[in-house]
């Protein structure tokens, strides 16, 4: 067991329609923070923690063998609503693992 699932993230699964949706939803914000518009967004792998709400981690595939690795977080549990983007590394790889990175909040909407 890894330390990062020990801490309470999910094992990398294949995305969601859920995360797919969530994904299309930041994909103006991830553009914003890359500076690059993608022409394809195509979200692949995901892990998720629990933590206030939920933080996703997901691998979207941006190019050829490019890819965007994008941690989310879901304020109050409304996926639909309260989204923000906590962290963003462009670019990489389609072998690159899906890691958590950065420092997360205690409190996402702050």
Same mark, same amino acid.
């Given at each position: &067991?890894?330390?990062?699932?020990?801490? =309470?993230?999910? $094992?990398?699964?294949?995305?969601?329609?859920?995360?797919?949706? &969530?994904?299309?939803? &930041?994909?103006?914000?991830?553009?914003?923070?890359? =500076?690059? !518009?993608?022409? *394809?967004?195509?979200?692949? $792998?995901?892990?998720?923690?629990?933590?206030?709400?939920? !933080?996703?981690?997901?691998? #979207?595939?941006? =190019?050829?063998?490019? %890819?965007? !690795? &994008?941690? *989310?977080? #879901?304020?109050?549990?409304?996926?639909?609503?309260?989204?923000? #983007?906590?962290? #963003?590394? %462009?670019?990489?790889?389609?072998? !690159?693992?899906?890691?958590?990175?950065?420092?997360?909040?205690?409190?996402? =909407?702050?």
């Amino acid at each position: &067991m890894t330390a990062e699932i020990a801490e =309470g993230w999910s $094992t990398e699964a294949f995305a969601t329609d859920e995360v797919e949706n &969530m994904c299309i939803k &930041m994909k103006a914000d991830i553009e914003k923070k890359t =500076g690059v !518009h993608f022409d *394809v967004f195509i979200p692949k $792998t995901f892990r998720s923690e629990p933590k206030c709400g939920g !933080h996703y981690l997901v691998k #979207v595939k941006v =190019g050829i063998d490019e %890819y965007v !690795h &994008m941690v *989310v977080c #879901v304020v109050n549990e409304d996926i639909d609503k309260c989204l923000t #983007v906590k962290g #963003v590394q %462009y670019p990489k790889s389609k072998s !690159h693992p899906l890691e958590p990175f950065g420092k997360l909040p205690t409190a996402c =909407g702050k």
